[in-house]
């Protein structure tokens, strides 16, 4: 694929806006939040998200699901409670299948994307595009080849996902990957080409948000929304027995310490940011909000 300079595959103008002038063409905020991780998780987030809507106006938010339902893969219901809250889309990884409900899903709704690097034949999609006041965001979310199991190359399929996107303002890429290699390769392969290059899978933020020389917004990895008193999600508890003992553990998604995870993208033209900023905040104090 070209390189996706000014003008290649992109839209000609930004729609009017009500006041009669046009916004900076590629202006926007993209929030992405990492892996939403159990029932605590969730609520974390819909708690979370009128706080950030307020303090950081985002044209679009991303969020990874993949660890939505009780620490495993996503349901109908919980895809739908997300985009009702005003999620524009959902990216998923290892756990894309963990809840067989979802496969139906996957292939009729639209904002809702696998890894694109999986095979074409197992359910859903692999990108979307959103769009929001004439910006057009394309979503696309890869899985790493190392240590999980994805079909094809993400390093290949990359280019196939951005060809078939079409014309948009940006485009955000969920790496979802085990390896900081991976992650760390796929930044600069995608460096002056797409908006934005986030990892997930994780669990744990990193330190080396920033944009690269080609104008690409780049994290290792976001982190997760849900229980920081865990380890990754899970109770501490049980995930200390399983290492000390080695034998099988049932795994409960812990209930302490949560947190949202996330980044702030911003941008002021097309695939392009300006700066990329962490997100790391505790859930609202609960007797603030209703528990739900
Ligand atoms: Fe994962
Ligand atoms: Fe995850």
């Known amino acids: 694929m070209a390189e996706a300079e000014a003008g290649a595959g992109q839209r000609a103008a930004a729609a009017p806006i ?6 900076a063409r590629g202006r926007a905020r993209i929030l992405f939040v990492g892996d939403v991780v159990g029932g605590l998780g969730r609520r ?8 950030l809507r307020e303090r950081y106006a985002p044209t679009f938010v991303v969020v990874n699901g993949e660890n939505a339902a009780g620490g495993l893969g996503i349901t109908p219901k919980i895809a739908d409670q997300m985009l009702a809250a005003g999620v524009d889309a959902i990216t998923l990884g290892n756990h894309a299948y963990h809840r067989r409900d979802i496969y139906p899903y996957l292939a009729s709704h639209e904002r809702i994307v696998r890894p694109a690097n999986f095979l074409r034949s197992q359910p859903g999609r692999g990108s979307c595009v959103v769009e929001h006041d004439g910006t057009r965001l394309g979503v696309i979310n890869l899985s790493g080849n190392l240590y999980l199991r994805a079909g094809r190359s993400a390093f290949t399929e990359i280019e196939v996902a951005l060809a078939e996107l079409g014309e948009v303002e940006h485009v955000l890429v969920d790496m979802h990957a085990e390896a900081t290699s991976e992650k760390v390769a796929m930044g600069w392969h995608l460096d002056g080409r797409v908006t934005a290059v986030v990892g997930t899978h994780t669990h744990v933020p990193t330190a080396d948000a920033r944009v690269l020389p080609g104008g690409t917004a780049y994290i290792t ?5 849900g229980p920081r008193g865990g380890v990754i999600g899970v109770k501490r508890e049980q995930a200390i027995e399983a290492l000390l003992t080695q034998m099988p553990v049932r795994f409960e998604t812990s209930e302490e310490d949560p947190w949202l995870m996330g980044v702030l993208i911003s941008c002021s033209r097309p695939l392009r940011a300006d700066a990329i900023e962490q997100v790391l905040m505790p859930r609202p104090a609960q007797e603030a909000t209703a528990d739900r």
């Open 18 to 23: 009500a006041n009669g002038e046009r916004p």
């Open 44 to 51: 974390t987030l819909l708690d979370c998200l009128p706080l």
């Open 221 to 225: 990895d976001v982190g997760m929304t």
